[in-house]
């Protein structure tokens, strides 16, 4: 498979819309959609419940760290074994839920409502994308897709080298809050962004065609890139916060 053929999105490997169409044997929007909203409900109400042990006192660190590694595990199974998508892409939202609630719980309890934000922010990058996307103010080129994969797997890169190293006690500046990790945080977000056009770039071209199964992998697709959308505001605002 060229390489320049996959989206920087691993989930990811005609017309954006459904019309009429036979939705027992392929892939399709609505599918998507449906499975999208279903798995985004798991990881609300287990970020809650979260969010709400902490506010009762309890240590969510292991939760928080607990669900992170999880979802890595599981993302990993996912890219192995792909038909069991609709088995454990409700796992990965599960997991994503507790990494997410105590990520949003400690934000919140040193700036409030600065989650909120967050969420919005989300949101509306989320239609933004979308609507110039649809208009083809964007149109997703093969030198843009390779642009957009180049950088994003060069941050994850990043993120990972840094992770290992805050085990031996070495800070690495993307953590700080100077304004090379503000850049850095910037950056990240604007790519993560911008996978968004990928992601539903693959759905447009492969919808129809692909086996039904694979709706659950292309959900998988865009909880990924929301869930680092989200992660890459809310650091961000909290590290503005923290500098201004």
Sequence with gaps: MNFLNKTSNPAFTKHFFDSNYDTSKNMTVSGIFKKSMFSIFIIICISIGVWKLYNDGVDIKWFSMGGMLASIVISIVISIRKHWAHILVPFYALAKGFFLGG?????HARFPNLPYQAIGITMVTFLVMLILYQTK????????RSVIITVAASIFVIYIISWIL???????????????AIIFNVLAVVFAALSLL??????????????????WLATWGLLVTLVWLYAEVLRLLRKLAVRF
Excluded: C, P, Q
Excluded at 198 to 215: A, G, M, P, V, W
């Design 103 to 107: 990520m949003s719980a400690y934000a």
């Design 198 to 215: 990928l992601d539903f770039d693959y759905i447009e071209r492969h919808k129809h065609t692909s086996e039904k199964y694979k709706e």
């Design 166 to 180: 805050a085990f031996f006690g070495i800070n690495v500046f993307i953590w700080g809050t100077s304004w090379f």
């Design 137 to 144: 103010l964007i149109v997703v080129t093969k030198k843009l």
